[in-house]
């Protein structure tokens, strides 16, 4: 057990055991693999779901809440609910995919390195695609009706009013949101854990899995603090180096 009453200083130590792991660079491919794709997919989908919700339709209110439903949900149950789902031996979507003749065997979603990091990815874009729904649609709704108007005066189509009004009106909130978004998923080892807890074989690992691997299964509390630091280092860089392009209006839509 690790002794709290004994602590002692080892300077850059454990920083040095991280960096010099022959899987950090692995950790660190899977972990922007991880938020690049969750956050591009969030993100499209959101808009899309977004845009779809904009305009009033009969039973509006109930699919909102349907669609909005995950987004409520604890992300370790939703890893342990998926795990169940996409269970090589039982999981339920191997017994539709075979019964819809898609497959002929079942697939080791989550226990085959090829289709680990695709399931987990999968899930939490089902996850997270509320989180951009719910903040462009209220940005949306916040346009002025007369910016359309004018466009239909001018004979501007659908795609025209979509890039010319509503993205460029709602461009501050979409950069805000990936910003989040994209420190919430890299601190987000809550469906990973619950799914496949960094495996196999660290397919799925990422640096906040690693963190809580390395209490539970090494109790080793130095060397998880400075794997977090490292995290929050490589966050704060990322945030900075955003900040400052978007002031100065070097993003475009």
Partial sequence: MFNLNNPRFVGWSNYRTIITDPGFPRLLWNTFVWIACSVAFQFLFGLILALLLAKPFPGRGLYMGLVFYPWALSGFAIGLLWSWLLNGQFGIVNDILMRLGLIKVPIGFLSDERFA?????????????????????????????????????????????????????????????????????????????????????????????????????????????????????????????????????????
Avoid at 179 to 197: C, E, K, S
């Fill in 117 to 253: 990091m695709f399931s987990v990815i999968l899930v939490n874009v089902w996850y997270g695609i509320p989180f951009f729904a719910i903040m462009i649609l209220a940005a949306i709704q916040s346009i002025p009706n007369e910016l359309y108007e004018a466009a239909q005066i001018d004979g501007a189509g659908l795609f025209r009013k979509l890039f010319y009004v509503t993205l460029p009106y709602i461009r501050p909130t979409i950069y805000s949101t990936i910003l989040l978004r994209i420190i919430w998923v890299m601190n987000f080892p809550d469906i990973i854990y619950g799914m496949t807890r960094g495996g196999p074989a660290g397919a799925t690992n990422i640096l906040s899995v690693n963190m809580i691997n390395i209490v539970y299964y090494r109790n080793n509390f130095g060397l998880a603090s400075a794997l977090g630091m490292i995290i929050t280092a490589i966050l704060l860089v990322f945030a900075i180096i955003y900040l400052v392009l978007l002031e100065r209006g070097e993003f475009e839509l």
